[in-house]
Each structure stands twice: as structure tokens, then as C-alpha cells.
T-cell receptor, first 114, second 112 residues
């Protein structure tokens, strides 16, 4: 149990376009979802926390207008990278949490902006 | 604020060697502690956890004991395998912040 999926697993887009990444909890309802960014050989950086039906809480330094997060249901959250640029290229990982503190991580999405 | 410090890698070992990856933390209150593992190109998998002082988490031959007096949660395995090659992250969860705080990660490479 406690499986989290992400789609797509890998995406290439041109500079200036927008990309949407989906995060789904497949067999449980997630009260909270988290979005992380990971640069090569580095740790995870929390970007934002979202609760179903409410606005996401962004970490300091993360542009909320650039990284749009929607948590439409208890099983789905989306991250949209708007007007992507090469510096947005990264590995994006989501996690989902139930009422307890445990987080279950998705497999990640590798974004390459050309 | 809360923070996690891990030993720098990479750690390179021969198969069947003993593994220790050090992790210390700074936190207010009584955090829960975790070790996650990340295989190349994948997300994170929970390896083990401990929720209170003196708890020992264990899984797949890995162990870590929550030591409040030394604020540590060192990861150990008695005999590593090539398949253990991955990046290991120590993390803490503090309810007051409602988020995981990760260490920098330690890359482990095990050679036959």
C-alpha cells in the first residue's frame, strides 16, 4: 500500500512553455502533498506544501507565480512550471501524507528545458 | 531551527563490509527520525524510522537507534551488498513545522 505515482516521469520542453506534473496517491487519501526539487547530487529542497482544497504554502524563495500548485482532490496534486527556462531543469519529487506524519514519495519527474 | 547533518560521501566499500553513516540532528521538542534511500533515477523510499528516544528502526539488515543524549541516528549495516549502492538521506519530522527536514545525503558505492 501507500503508493504515489507521478506523471510524466520524464519531460523535455522548450524555453518559454509551461509543463504540468501530476502527483497521485493511488491507494490512500492524502490530506497533504509536498513538492520537492532536487538538483544533481544534492538533497531535496521543499518547494511547497498543499492541503486539499486550499492554497499551497510556499517555502521562502520559491516563486508562487512560476510554480503553480493545485491540490484538487485527496488523491491528486499538480505542479505547473510556467514559462520554463533552462534553470528550471531539475528532478521534481512529490510526496503525499495521510493524517499521520509519514510521507510517501513518488518516483520523481525529470524536467529538461531546452 | 531544525537541521540534520550527515557525513559527507561518497562512501566506498567492498561487498560484505560494515557500514556506518553518521547522522546528527538539531531540533526542538521530540522529532521523529527517518532514513530514506534513493536509487539512481528514482524517488525516495523509506528505509526505517524511529519515533522516540531509544527506539531502534530496522529494515533489510539496516539499523539505526534514536539517541537523544547525543542527538544522533546513525545508520548501520553489518554486511553491505552491491545492491545497497544508493544515496541515503537522514531526515527528521517536527510536528511544529509539519515538514521533513533532510540531510544532504550520503552516496554509498559498494564494489564486488
Amino acid at each position: 500500500g501507500a503508493v504515489v505515482s507521478q506523471h510524466p516521469s520524464w519531460v523535455i520542453c522548450k524555453s518559454g512553455t509551461s509543463v504540468k506534473i501530476e502527483c497521485r496517491s493511488l491507494d490512500f487519501q492524502a490530506t497533504t502533498m509536498f513538492w520537492y526539487r532536487q538538483f544533481p547530487k544534492q538533497s531535496l529542497m521543499l518547494m511547497a506544501t498543499s492541503n486539499e482544497g486550499s492554497k499551497a504554502t510556499y517555502e521562502q524563495g520559491v516563486e508562487k507565480d512560476k510554480f503553480l500548485i493545485n491540490h484538487a482532490s485527496l488523491t491528486l496534486s499538480t505542479l505547473t512550471v510556467t514559462s520554463a527556462h533552462p534553470e528550471d531543469s531539475s528532478f521534481y519529487i512529490c510526496s503525499a501524507s495521510t493524517a499521520s506524519y509519514e510521507q510517501y514519495f513518488g518516483p520523481g519527474t525529470r524536467l529538461t528545458v531546452t | 531551527g531544525n537541521s540534520v547533518t550527515q557525513m559527507e560521501g561518497p562512501v566506498t566499500l567492498s561487498e560484505e563490509a560494515f557500514l556506518t553513516i553518521n547522522c546528527t540532528y538539531t531540533a526542538t521538542g521530540y522529532p521523529s527520525l527517518f532514513w530514506y534511500v534513493q536509487y539512481p533515477g528514482e524517488g525516495l523510499q523509506l528505509l526505517l524510522k524511529a519515533t522516540k528516544a531509544d527506539d531502534k528502526g530496522s529494515n533489510k539488515g539496516f539499523e539505526a537507534t534514536y539517541r537523544k543524549e547525543t542527538t544522533s541516528f546513525h545508520l548501520e549495516k553489518g554486511s553491505v551488498q552491491v545492491s545497497d549502492s544508493a544515496v541515503y538521506f537522514c531526515a527528521l519530522f517536527s510536528g511544529g513545522y509539519n515538514k521533513l527536514i533532510f540531510g544532504a545525503g550520503t552516496r554509498l558505492a559498494v564494489h564486488p
